[in-house]
């Protein structure tokens, strides 16, 4: 479960990307927000865990945008879309 101001946070960084912002421009949405949980267990047995990125979805009218926001740094890391093509005869 993501918190409603987990899901803002990353909302807010992609959307302060310049790139992300085109394509929310030419009219993809933001469809799924989905952490990347992390844990970490150190020499005495502590449990840290962390989610320290997130993957963000993007739906448009003919494709699709995958987005990889780095919470540590507060910014747009990767930006992998997939566009389809249809041709009807």
Known sequence: ???????????NIAQNDSDVQ?????GYNITVIRPVISTTVDGNGNVVTKASSADVMLLG????????????QAKV???VTLTVTEIDK
Do not use: M
């Open 1 to 11: 479960q993501v918190s409603s101001d987990f899901t803002a946070n990353v909302t």
């Open 77 to 79: 890391t990767k930006i």
């Open 22 to 26: 085109n394509l929310l421009n030419q």
């Open 61 to 72: 009218t003919n494709g699709r945008a995958f987005v990889v926001v780095d919470l540590t």
